[in-house]
Nanobody, 127 residues
Framework: QVQLVESGGGLVQAGGSLRLSCAAS??????????MGWFRQAPGKERDFVAA????????SYADSVKGRFTISRDNAKNTVYLQMNSLKPEDTAVYYC??????????????????WGQGTQVTVSS
């Protein structure tokens, strides 16, 4: 079993930046080889794909709404995935979740691709 724990959320003004982290623990030899993704869910809305990174870090994918503003990266030595969010907008306000898929060599933009999920971290962007 693998546990994913997000951190780094908070309140920020529009135009500001935040960096989210997702740390994997448990069976870390699985965590090391996981494809990872970030999703978000705003109140009253469905969960949306934000960004994904392959297990090697060689492939990345972004939702059109965050391209050029968000960057996903990973540090396999720390079993941690990051989401650097710049130029934040009020519409980025949501609970952000990280997700993992063992052996995920590809990037997945669907929630059904992933097996493990974190509890989420709140990001609020004020105008």
């Amino acid at each position: 079993q693998v546990q994913l724990v997000e951190s780094g959320g908070g309140l920020v003004q529009a135009g500001g930046s935040l960096r989210l982290s997702c740390a994997a623990s448990g069976r870390t030899f699985i965590a090391f080889a996981m494809g990872m993704g970030w999703f978000r869910q705003a109140p009253g809305k469905e969960r949306d794909f934000v960004a994904a990174i392959s297990s090697s870090g060689g492939s990345k994918s972004y939702a059109d709404s965050v391209k050029g503003r968000f960057t996903i990266s990973r540090d396999n030595a720390k079993n941690t995935v990051y989401l650097q969010m710049n130029s934040l907008k009020p519409e980025d306000t949501a609970v952000y979740y990280c997700a993992g898929r063992p052996g995920g060599r590809a990037v997945g933009d669907s929630g059904s691709y992933y097996d493990y999920w974190g509890q989420g971290t709140q990001v609020t962007v004020s105008s």
